[in-house]
């Protein structure tokens, strides 16, 4: 029974470039969410996707986006790259109303801006 | 806004002692905290969940308390070992939403 998967596992990218991260979430999943994670921080919540629509979102700009497929896997857009972006991106996933439930972690995107 | 503090410092014990990791909240009133470990490279992996209606919570060598009142968690490893060295993370709940706010996270060292 497959994990959370993420690709790709490393990217560099430059300044004002755009980046899209992949996300196929553990099976019998529906829902995934992304989070951002700082060297030395917690992660911080992205947005979170459910039936192909964002259900809620955190404190992020619209560069971040995001898309969810028929299939339950997620992508998550960047776009105009700050060396500030720099970070794990992780994705979790879960079934609708995990709010009382632990969330399934991938192992993560290093996106480097340079 | 919503706030959530660990010891930023990291924890070094040694090998078979107890380690006692803090977690504490304010400006909101979580219905449920979860706990997770993460190692370098990898993804929080989930360890316990504890709700507000719960005092204390056990999972092996491991024990959550959540003080409502105090607004705080805490998180015991009973006869820690070396392979316990982790970033543990706690996270408070936001709202019954699916939202996790993680703390910074505390980093275990356990020396043999």
């Known amino acids: 029974d497959a994990g959370v998967t993420q690709s790709p596992t490393h990217l560099i990218k430059t300044r004002g470039q755009q980046v899209t991260l992949r996300c196929s979430p553990k099976?019998?999943?529906?829902?995934v969410s992304w989070y951002q994670q700082a060297l030395g921080q917690g992660p911080q919540f992205i947005f979170q996707y459910y039936e192909e629509e964002e259900r809620q979102r955190g404190n992020f700009p619209d560069r971040f986006s995001g898309h969810q497929f028929p299939n339950y896997s997620s992508e998550l857009n960047v776009n105009a790259l700050l060396l500030g972006d720099s970070a794990l991106y992780l994705c979790a996933s879960g079934s609708r109303g995990y709010s009382n439930q632990p969330q399934h972690f991938g192992d993560g995107t290093r996106l480097s801006i340079l | 806004s919503q706030k959530i503090e660990q010891n930023s410092e990291a924890l070094n014990i040694q090998e078979g002692k107890t380690a006692t990791l803090t977690c504490n909240y304010t400006?909101?009133?979580?219905?449920?905290l979860q706990w997770y470990r993460q190692d370098p490279g990898r993804g929080p992996v989930f360890l316990l969940l504890i709700r507000e209606n719960e005092k204390e919570k056990r999972k092996e060598r491991l024990k959550v308390t959540f003080d409502t009142t105090l607004k705080q968690s805490l998180f015991h490893i009973t006869a820690s070992q070396p392979a316990d060295s982790a970033t543990y993370l706690c996270?408070?709940?936001?709202?019954?939403?699916?939202?996790?706010?993680f703390g910074q996270g505390t980093t275990l060292q356990v020396k043999p």
């Open positions: 400006n909101y009133s979580p219905a449920y």
């Open positions: 099976s019998g999943h529906d829902t």
């Open positions: 996270a408070p709940d936001a709202g019954n939403t699916g939202k996790l706010i």
